[in-house]
């Protein structure tokens, strides 16, 4: 019973990233571009662990979330230091 | 167990929906982070939060709840420098009385 539902989150938090895309594409300052690519990368975390549990071996899947997660974040503090003052 | 790990895991779809709508739909850059920046925060804590849960007292829900804590203290993080960096770069905030 449970799978249907990680298959169904799955396919939702599918859709949500094709809609972010949207506001990464369309976005009026370079700002906004970056708010998409955070909120899509704080999604495939989630993502990724549920794939997990759908084959059966979150253990492994959790350590590559985890390294995602760290690596998303770094990268989102270094753009977002690197258009400080910058006018855009 | 399974039905409280349904509950958190839905709820948490639910949280992580609303913020990519507003995402979408909200007027100005600064309202589009507010939306971005704690509803997207709630959504992932809360479904984490349905996996350990549903895992029980092993090590990957040891490893969940790093996650949880990571993501409680970063993704604000992440908005805050993103929002100071739109603010000194010159984008100003949307009024009624500006349009």
Known sequence: MLDKIFIGLIVGLVLIILMMLVRVFKGPSIYDRLNGLGVIGSDTILLIVLIGYYNKRADMFVDISIAYAILGFIGLVVIAKYFDRKET | MAIVAIIFLLGGFFFT?????????????????????????????????????????????????????????????GTHILSRAAYRSGIKPWTRKGE
């Open chain 2, 17 to 77: 929906f609303v913020a990519a709508l507003g995402v979408i739909r909200l007027p100005d850059f600064y309202s589009r982070l507010h939306a971005s920046g704690k509803c997207e925060t709630l959504g992932m804590v809360l479904s984490f939060l349905g996996l350990a849960i549903y895992e029980g007292f092993t090590l990957t829900a040891l490893k969940l709840f790093f996650i949880v804590i990571f993501i409680f203290i970063a993704n604000p993080t």
